[in-house]
């Protein structure tokens, strides 16, 4: 009778196991298919619409027509003024928290704010650099403004990314340099930091995906509608590929007619983010090269 009672019970467990195991296969079905239906719809609608005048003219007649060229030069200045702007900052609160902050009440605020941070909404930063950069600093609708605040949005990422790349880097190279006779800065600038750059890259430059396709932060901050001048300055407006498209779909006098320019603008801006994601991976790949740890 025990026998067959525990022949009953792992029989029992097997069955919830593979119960468990077909949802968990099932939700991860769902989710490639979800995705693959998005790129198709946009693949099927926005092919028709690419061409090299498209990727290197202006807009014309009410946008209806012409290319996107300065709205793909404007989120690309954008998206690296947002890093230029978090990387410093994040990667100096990472080294913080990771390499000298002692645990306690300081050190848990700290990281409790950052993780609200990256849970905040876009259009909150949005609304934030609009009263602080274009309003209270005077910087106006800019891409000094933009890459302000698209920088405060990403900050959370970076920071918690590179905190956990530092996090990774083996404890025994710390101690090694500090064996040798370096002091506590040494060990971290020359041994600790070069080990743990390709995770901090990485998560940076996917926080630069993300900051490239963001619509209320650019739309508050830096957007011009229309513009045919290429940026010259950070005090200057710029279109963006986000709020082109949001402009095309919602504030055009032509919305039916501009539906190509719309689709197309859209996988223009996900083949970007794209691109950037798959840089980040080329760049883990080159700098992991060679470390066996």
Known sequence: MLEARKGHTHLDRYRREGIVLFFIRLTAVLALAIMASILLYLLVNGIPALSISFLTEFPRDSMMAGGVLPAIVG?????????????????GAAIYLAEYAKPGYLVSFIRLGVSNLAGVPSVVFGLFGLSLFVT?????????????????????TVTAAAEEALRQTPQSFREAALA????????????????????MLTGSILALGRAAGETAPIM????AAFTL????????????LSTHIYNLATNSTHIEETRPQQFGSALVLLVLVLGLSMFAIIIRAKLRRGRKW
């Open 75 to 91: 989120t690309v200045v954008l998206a690296l003024g947002a890093l230029l702007t978090a990387i410093p900052l994040g990667f």
């Open 136 to 156: 209270t600093f005077g910087f106006g609708r800019s891409i000094l403004s933009g890459s302000l605040t698209l920088g405060l949005l990403i900050l959370p």
């Open 180 to 199: 040798l006779g370096a002091s506590r800065f040494q060990a971290i600038r020359q041994v600790v930091l070069p080990a743990a750059l390709p995770g």
């Open 220 to 223: 508050f901050t830096a957007s």
């Open 229 to 240: 001048a290429m940026p010259d300055s950070v005090f200057r407006e710029v279109m963006a």
